[in-house]
């Protein structure tokens, strides 16, 4: 294990990587991203909030450490000393100040060479002249379409909306509009994965945990949550990743991919993104949940599995 950073495992700590030693401010504040390449780039708008369970998703234990990717936070200020101590013990996170809606600041923090951007909404800290929480990342996602003319095919953008209502303006700039009778589970942006809704969760966990109580502890599993400790049950717990189309499951039913992961490895597919297909008609790729076992796959389509600790992809389909 590289000597800046190790896999902690601590029973009173959540297992994840850590640094040996709490990172300064001073170390994790960069000015540009140059060298910098396939990053995860996080649009804050005011200030920066808690982000200790989204780096700690990113640090999973079920990660190798080559696999562990630059985290960029763009924000207007530095954060407080007690948002810093939340996650200056994770290895490879970093500072820029800037603003995530001036073109210049974002070309700065490498938007074209980021691998995933991340724009956060923040419902508590509006300017006067904002009425409307999601306008700043809704703007900010506009501008990243103006940057990106022709953005990488293996990047993706996610935009944190806080209203369900303001998904139908996402691809305004595409021709996309959006009626207001459609339902947002039908929009673009959201079959696409481009639009998390903080509000659509909520709604879910309050109108179903009293029936189902189980379906806290699936939703805690799909976003990462750590238990209260690292008991075995958390520690080997199953995790949420993706893995690409095995090669000899290509024009298959979906029946026969999902028998061998389930039976061979125990792996439970639960989904696959389908890539934009001319055939098909789709602009944009979509998620498609709970396929049917007909469904016939395609080399592009990535899976949605749910792993076991150390499961990886690569070791069991390497020649395929």
Known sequence: MQNDHQLIQDASLPLCYLLDEPATLEDLVIDSTEGMEDHILVCLHRRVINMFKFVYNLRSPNMKPEELQDIVLLCTSLPNNRMFELINRF????????????????????VKRAKQVVVMSEKENLDQCERNSDSPAIMTSHIMDLLLQEPRKDSFRIVNLVEKSNIRFMHLLQGKDVAEEVDVFYTPAYAAGDVVVDSLISNVLLSQTYYKPDIVSIIKTLCGMPGPSNTAQTTNGPHLTSIPMPSRFMDKPFAQLFEELILEYGVLPLGLVRAPDEAMGNELPFVYTNPVPSLMLKGTDTIYVLAPPRWSFSDHYRTQ
């Open 91 to 110: 290895p490879k996170v970093y500072f820029m100040v800037g603003n995530c809606r001036h073109p210049d600041d974002l070309l700065r923090a490498g």
